[in-house]
Nanobody, 118 residues
Framework: QVQLVESGGGLVQAGGSLRLSCAASRNIFGLNAMHWYRQAPGKQRELVALITSGGNTRYSDSVKGRFTISRDNAKNTWYLQMNSLKPEDTAVYYC????????????WGPGTQVTVSS
């Protein structure tokens, strides 16, 4: 099975930057899209960004212009570059891969904490 692991989280001051990585344990056949979600305490999980197998990207309004999602297919890895971080960006960030192989299958990483101080 596919395992995902996030890395790159940490504590940063407002206005700073972090780059999150999501590494898959192997190539995912039928990969449809790669996502970043986040969940702050007491709040629902929110889709932050996604990139499709064709390279198209989409962002939530709250991060548009500040965050960039990218991928490295050779490394089975995708990234979230986060710039101009705000305290409201504080959350656990999760990566997700969506596979289509006759059915839709989601793979989730365990999450990485991002804390932005004011």
């Amino acid at each position: 099975q596919v395992q995902l692991v996030e890395s790159g989280g940490g504590l940063v001051q407002a206005g700073g930057s972090l780059r999150l990585s999501c590494a898959a344990s192997r190539n995912i056949f039928g990969l449809n899209a790669m996502h970043w979600y986040r969940q702050a305490p007491g709040k629902q999980r929110e889709l932050v960004a996604l990139i499709t197998s064709g390279g198209n990207t989409r962002y939530s309004d709250s991060v548009k212009g500040r965050f960039t999602i990218s991928r490295d297919n050779a490394k089975n890895t995708w990234y979230l570059q986060m710039n101009s971080l705000k305290p409201e960006d504080t959350a656990v960030y999760y990566c997700k891969a969506v596979q289509w192989a006759g059915q839709s299958i989601d793979y989730w990483g365990p999450g990485t904490q991002v804390t932005v101080s004011s």
